[in-house]
């Protein structure tokens, strides 16, 4: 039988612990390293199986909201396809930055990538470089997930 993730505490998301478990999808359209978008009214949910299980989370990359679910899925780390960041499942935690930089959820500023050897690239003042320069890659905020006994994956979604 499948497992589910067990993810940190902290980093429920508001209101989830209250919320009614919906169904989401059949485990069997869930196998290991695949991962699916379900959609509970306006909240997608990326719903992804990984070594250590099934987990829940928004359908919003942590720094501007792409869509993870159409990102690479590598054991618990998904990658996002718009600016090649990379975040941890089983932590909720960035572990590549994004390229176009940032902050940390600590608030540690990260500059736009640049190769190796090179200098950081010098971005143009303005609105957009101030922009991405003060978005803060947060942490993932994770769903409950249930698999019941008819092998339904189920999700609580606050709505
Ligand atoms: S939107 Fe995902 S890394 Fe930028």
Redesign the pocket.
Known sequence: MAKVLAFPPSLLTPGAAAAPFAPALPLAALPAGAMRRVTFGDIDVLLAHTPAGIVAVDDR??????P?SV?ELDGCVVA??????RFDLSTGEPIQ????GGLRPDGEYVPTWSPPGREPKEDPPGKKAEARRITR?RRFRYYPVRISDDGVVEVAVPR
């Open positions: 990359c942590p720094h501007m909201a792409a993870l990102g996002c396809p718009l600016h090649s960041g930055m994004p390229t176009t890659v």
